[in-house]
């Protein structure tokens, strides 16, 4: 089974700060990696797919880079309703997995 | 609007059995494969199982093979989630998500309460 290993576990930033958040999979996923954004108490919400493709509504300040094995979703200018979890999934190997979650809040 | 609507959750016995359903609107249902995914309380997610558009392809996380079972009315605009011999692992929210492409999950539903305690 895939593995994936996202990073850090939670960040503290200010507004207008660029962000990084990391996912490492423990075989090579292609371009099949995906990001969630999930705020309390609702579901998750695509934000970006098939490593770099901006899901429908989403605002341009996030973007998704990577390859084979390592990925990164960049929010370039933080802003206050960015406060959430967020994920990184695969969907390689006929199966899901999702990365461990990235707690994002403001400094 | 693409919509999807988890229901049947609820409080059951370890060892007893649960069926979830997700009604969908708004998109052509039998166009589409579907999730099932969930996620324990204060923890991550972990996809649950998968059926494609017409239920020719099924599959599962080793962690309910041979316990859940994932299947779909096409007529009716609804997945469905069997859940036999529960165990308190099992305790979780469960979200039924639209597949687009090859295996995006572009939509989800708010997702269905399932507690599995005596």
């Known amino acids: 089974d895939i593995q994936m290993t996202q990073s850090p576990s939670f960040l503290s930033a200010s507004v207008g700060d660029r962000v990084t958040i990391n996912c490492k999979a423990s075989q090579n996923i292609n371009k099949y990696l995906d990001w969630y954004q999930q705020k309390l108490g609702e579901a998750p919400k695509l934000l970006i797919y098939n490593t770099n493709s901006l899901h429908t509504g989403i605002p341009s300040r996030f973007s998704g880079s990577g390859s084979g094995t390592d990925f990164t979703l960049t929010i370039s200018s933080l802003q206050p309703e960015d406060v959430a979890t967020y994920f990184c999934?695969?969907?390689?190997?006929?199966?899901?997995?999702f990365g461990g979650g990235t707690k994002l809040e403001l400094k | 609007e693409v919509q999807l609507v988890e229901s049947g959750g609820g409080l059951v016995q370890p060892g007893r059995s649960l069926k979830l359903s997700c009604v969908a609107s708004?998109?052509?249902?039998?166009?589409?494969?579907m999730n099932w995914i969930r996620q324990a309380p204060g923890k991550g997610l972990e996809w649950v199982a998968y059926?494609?558009?017409?239920?020719?392809?099924?599959y599962y996380a080793e962690t309910v093979k041979g316990r859940f079972t994932i299947s779909r009315d096409n007529a009716k605009n609804t997945l469905y989630l069997q859940m036999t011999s529960l165990r308190s692992e099992d305790t979780a929210l469960y979200y039924c998500a639209r597949i687009r492409g090859i295996g995006v999950m572009d939509a989800w539903g708010q997702g269905a309460s399932v507690t599995v305690s005596s």
């Open positions: 708004g998109f052509t249902f039998s166009n589409y494969g």
């Open positions: 059926i494609s558009s017409g239920s020719s392809y099924i």
């Open positions: 999934l695969q969907h390689n190997s006929g199966s899901w997995t």
